[in-house]
């Protein structure tokens, strides 16, 4: 690693100090071979220094889903704001380019930072719609090209698992806590770290991934594997048997035989009676044992041998043993099987213990989920009905096995104050040309209606005065709005000059409080599973028409053969 | 980040001296939050140095196929190599765990490290099966629980991806060029970094991704983008027209015209007059630009606007005026639209221009494809025919579309030399008990024939001699093998002892060839994308009977009712 990982703080740096990207990792090699190549043509035309302005967006939202939530944009501010090249990173480059190239590319490449890049963006934690920019960013050509790809990677998988986050905490409800268990399933180590950092935007309420917790203060849970379980033979051999009262007042000097006392009352009480016979004995080692460990903390998996005749009577057998002195459990996992039903079943025998044995509260003793769950299983778990209080959700989740990336893209829409436009046989791909301004206009009921685009320079949208909305390709597609409230989206994230008031990167909790408030205020009709509402992107009428001056302009003509 | 970062070498390793991972993110918290309550609990019990074995497998192969490759070893070695918790970590995690903990345990922490772990392991790049270890990992409980998830997670990934590449190189066939572009859509940083790596390990040529380059020495490829061509506006604009020959003696002093003039020539030339009229200029101007950049190392994207009507002329009148000056062409790149036609397409072009204007080898320029690709498309391709030499292949390849996840578990198999089986009502997910050792059988064509597990002490399968392999859960499948060649596939990587020998780390470049031997050895229709015939994995009679006596005994006695 270079010396900028170890130094994360830029220290001449003419804005406030920003720290370096998280991952040390993430330098300015970090990008595509081509990007040095083209920076090297842009050089040799002379052209290295034309001012460019390029949009980050996407085309489609993820997931079936008609709603984004936009994540990443610290780690890029963090980026350009270290951005600048080591001699052994230009070494690289030169190796790596032909031998022809002059050498005063590498003296260019000394030098430059991005002191004159400018980044508009939308607020991190936002609810996005595909076309509408992300991020506009402008600067010399050059420059800007080699951040093409490492802002793309840094927005995608954020972005994405973000909105995969909002959408299992949609499905779950608000109630329920949501635990992200994926750093072992997640693509690679910061894949996860990634992972336990924006789903706690998108809604998640803990991770088990301890560097993320670290690194971002996102609350940790975990207890105990089954391993911890199987590596336990039986009670005898726990040597260390005695427990304090919670108050500290006295000793119970054989925590070990107060289990199995209650395990025998259980067994034998008026309404359990006949549910279980031997409980396996290794569970009751091992959960004994993670009392001894964790008395003011002990949450049990149940399910290593059987959850409804070992797991739970075990489970409760050393939960009421605690109670005794005055330690109250937290809760049981369940880790496979039917959830709905073993959640149920679980949850009556925490009921009937409460009942029978005069312990106020048992019954509310909080079930933990966590068997492949994902936002179909969470979707049928509330239809057939359950009683699980947490769920914890790792592969799906993390992967976004359901589709497994955001197709971001990064295009010129304008150089030397020249608007430029991508065309495509695949309207869907035509890019929006122009530098250019984005506003969301919300109606009476305080949801956002539309997004609309326009140049740069036109008069921005006014509260209660109509404004035509265009689609932007469709000639039929319009709409007269009347907004009772306009909010400009991008913000100077990263100005190109000092003066320039540049807007503070949020700390986490607030970037979370934005996106979950978002979401709230969406119309609930966008925001279903099943066929939700498309929200609406549109472009002024002037930009329209702009684009379609452009996009004749450029396109062959051809003949019909 | 800690001073580990910064020193990937631990000096005093009384083992030769092992870089530290890659990623300097890969520390001992990159782990689970229950490892370490797991860890408190276990040390509080005094349990801490009990000497455990786990099994780190995989239960099914991904992408509905019958192999997987294994990778991602070396990652593990460098990782426990450098295993030593910081004060500041050591301080995390006591402010992550209930006060109760008591102080003793972080003088634990603080005096651990990996020096009595042991790990035997597959070689990465080797094909591997399901149920069969690919690591088994012995030591202290406490310590080899905190391995669990940095090991998983180093594994998953890279094994799937590695997977994902020889299943692209299967159907690409051998002659093709393969190219990972993946890096803009990789799930984070990392993500992309281990996605260039891991695919290379899978029979990939290069990558896009320049810090892979840098890291791993992988080649790398690039040219340009879309962007580049529509920064453009017309050859005017071009200030520098001059290139010298190829061979130093003459300089053009006007490449635009020379180029103007090609162009015009094959407008009018008797077999292509009337296949198209004006071209673009601002690709004819972005071509002209490049060349003059790359002379010895041109390769165009001609889809920016129309590729038969403007693409390619342009990117022909480009290399026959390079062709001028004795410096060759190197291709073209398609990057949408029908590929299987329009290579065709541009190949007929090519060999038209080769004919007509008398240039040897004009017909086999290269021709690179790279528009959302994946197995199915190239198989698409294939059977439609094609002209495409080189593949460059992101998204579908690192994000693992078609499977985001490979789920690879650790499972307790062995503690205080009692051997642990773990249940479950899925067969599939019962754990094969014992610390064990693994072979595989070759037949007589040289291919592989089964892989067999016994009892880490019985004698080895023997060549030529007749043995026994039973499927581990189904009685009646068995069969009889007599190998005629005997591979024991676990090896040292991490000797818990200093006198004994430790497998080396081969360079990536020996990874990536055992991969592609290894997969070249396989019978056919292991290997075949539909329907593929599993491969057999076994345990040896004796290791069968002692599974199913231990599972008797830990199944509890149910009653039906």
Redesign the interface.
Known sequence: ?EEK??G?KVEDNRRSVIAG???????P??????????A???W????NN?R?V?DLFFRKNPFGGEYTVFAGLEECIRFIANFKFTEE?IA??RA?L?N??EDGFYDYLRGIDCSDVEVYAVSEGSVVFPKVPLMRVEGP?AVV?LL???F???I???SL?ATNAARHRFVAGKSKLLLE?G????????????ASKYCYIGGFDAT????A??LFGIP?????????V??F?SPDE???KSLQSCDSSSTCEDFVSLVQTWLSKIKWSHSLCGIF??T?QSELAAFT??A??????FLALVD???VM??GIPNFCAVALALNDLGHKAVGIRLD??DLAYLSSEARKFFCTIEKEFGVPGFGKMNITASNDLNEETLDALNKQGHEVDAFGIG?YLV???A???L??V???VE?NN?P???????VS?VSIPCKKRCYRLYGKEGYPLVDIMTGENEPPPKVAERILCRHPFNESKRAYVVPQRVEELLKCFWPASPDKAREELPPLKEIRDRCIKQLEQMRPDHMRRLNPTPYKVSVSAKLYDFIHFLWLN?????ELQ
Request: aromatic share 10%; with cysteine.
């Open positions: 690693m990982a170890n994360p990207p998280t991952n040390p990792m993430v330098t090699l970090l990008t595509d071979q081509y990007q040095f190549t083209m090297y043509a842009y040799k035309a002379g052209k034309e460019a390029f990173e690289f480059v790596s032909p022809t190239c050509i090209q093409e790809t490492p793309v990677n840094l995608n998988y954020a698992v268990f750093l072992r399933r997640a693509q690679g180590p910061d894949g996860g770290i990634g088990s991934n301890v560097a917790g670290r940790l849970r975990g207890t105990h594997s089954h391993a911890f199987s590596s033979m726990i040597i260390d016979g031997e396996n044992s993670y001894l460990a964790f008395p003011t903390n290593t041998y059987d005749r070992s496979s099987g592969t992967t976004c096995y589709q497994a990336a197709g971001c990064f295009k010129l150089i020249q430029r436009i991508k065309l495509s046989e695949d791909k450029e396109a062959p003509v051809g």
